[in-house]
């Protein structure tokens, strides 16, 4: 039992960090309609801004402060020089525009900083929280914790301030949205803001679990889409329950089907894509849209 | 004074022009309604007005100058349009949908005083607060656009066939409720309507559009006396 419990803590680790991803996925989606490819990429580019900040002397968490703000304006800025001239544009050029994006990325990552591995410091205390046989490390619970701070501070942004009304005012209706004097342009410019820092928060935990190379988030990627798409592309909730259903689903997976075992378990977020394309479509959280004409 | 003054307004879209050099004033506090036949160009005469389509020509309130700007710089000099399909945040509660109308707007307590008085012109919507706006009925959601409108405490509000879809007990409610806050808030409305005489109703002047060019203009009596306009929106002759 206790190890059971074990894996299923791993997994929640291993969820919450997909469930970051998935919410800079789900944050961008919701204001665009894009699924932004680059996504991970992003992500991966401000990690190394933050190891860059390190490796020149400064303290952690500065660094951290220093590399979300950078990660925001830089979405920002992506959104108002890559995106927007291709606004409105069908859904394939804008899929491929991220995907050029993503290729972009990874190599100018590849040209700055190499290929090489690079160690990433990990912020919280080594060691454990031991209860009944299952052991928690802190690095875990550091994870799990930061999410949720991530989560809260975003749900407090969305339902209890003025201008996170008027970005769901415009993820639902931008037309509408102009009408009463919403800057639509400048929200969208915020939106890619927010969701590159979501996905720079993400980008530094994961770094010190794996290492940092340019390739790093790939794989994390394909977590973060299954989580998106098991929780519903517009629910920033159902993204995080999503992550940490993928991350638990995977681990069991890898610890106790034997045929699957750490080899396979990659395979786990596919299946988990398919088998809500076809059987909930919308996703555990996502609105089928019902309304009266 | 802000009056509204159009002049030689030329609109359309892409190289489809349908507005071909239209004019008009409208006095402060007064109602004017656009009629004319499907196709004339009414709606995109309102888009014109809010900054949705591109223009040529003058449009003035108060002498500051709205063409040529984008819509949601002159929804802050004060115009509230109320579109064509009501434009209403579907998912988003009742609540949340009027406070965006507001969205422009500074000064908590003024916004919460006229929150108030919405739920006075629009009762059935104070008992809807928390409610998806998507769920509300046809009706509801006109009412909710109106009061959406009304939010911004506009100089200047542009209504698109508020009757569209509605039960005439409804629609005729709507115009009672538009008349009244005419005439206690001294708004100036342009009305875009299908039902001619509901319109007439309210409205002190009237133009009547065909094929983007005003035809005939004049009061509201009339415009409704015209024989032709009589034949071609009342359905009757005089």
Known sequence: MAGFVQQVVEGLGAGAIYASLALALVLIYQFTGIVNFAQGELAMFSTYIAWQCVAAGLPFWLALVLTLAVSFAGGMLIERVIIRPVEGAPELTIVIVTVGLFIFVNAAAGWIWTFLIKDFPNPFPGGALEAAGVSVSFSTLGVLGVVAAVMGLLYLLFQHTKIGLGMRAVATNPASARLVGIRVGRTLALGWGLAATVGAVSGVLVAPLLFLEPNMMGGVLIYAFAAATLGGFDSPLGAVAGGLIVGVAETLAGAYVGVIGSDLKVGVPLVIILGVLLLRPQGLFGRAVVERA | ?238
């Open chain 2, 1 to 238: 004074m802000s009056d509204l003054v159009v002049a030689d307004l030329v609109a359309g879209y892409g190289d489809a022009r349908v507005l071909h050099g239209v004019s008009f004033t409208v006095r402060e506090g007064e109602v004017c309604a656009i009629l004319g036949p499907n196709g004339a160009g009414k709606t995109t005469l309102l888009r014109a007005l809010s900054g949705v389509v591109r223009v040529r020509g003058t449009v003035t309130l108060g002498g500051t100058t709205l063409a040529g700007r984008s819509p949601d710089t002159i929804a802050r000099h004060g115009v509230a349009h109320v579109p064509e399909g009501r434009g209403t945040f579907m998912p988003l509660t009742v609540e949340e949908n009027l406070r965006l109308g507001a969205y422009v707007r500074r000064g908590g307590a003024e916004v919460e005083e006229d929150l108030g008085r919405i739920y006075t012109y629009f009762p059935v919507l104070k008992t809807r607060l928390k409610q998806a706006a998507g769920s509300l009925s046809g009706g509801e959601q006109q009412m909710l656009a109106l009061g959406r409108a009304l939010m911004l405490r506009p100089r200047l509000l542009l209504l698109d066939e508020p009757s569209l879809g509605l039960a005439p007990l409804v629609t005729r409610e709507l115009f009672r409720i538009v008349q009244a806050i005419n005439a206690e808030e001294r708004t100036t409305v342009v009305v875009v309507e299908q039902n001619a005489h509901l319109a007439l109703g309210i409205a002190q002047q009237a133009h009547v559009l065909e094929t983007g060019r005003i035809v005939l203009s004049g009061t509201a009596a009339e415009i409704r006396a015209d024989e032709q306009v009589a034949q071609s929106y009342l359905g009757y002759r005089v």
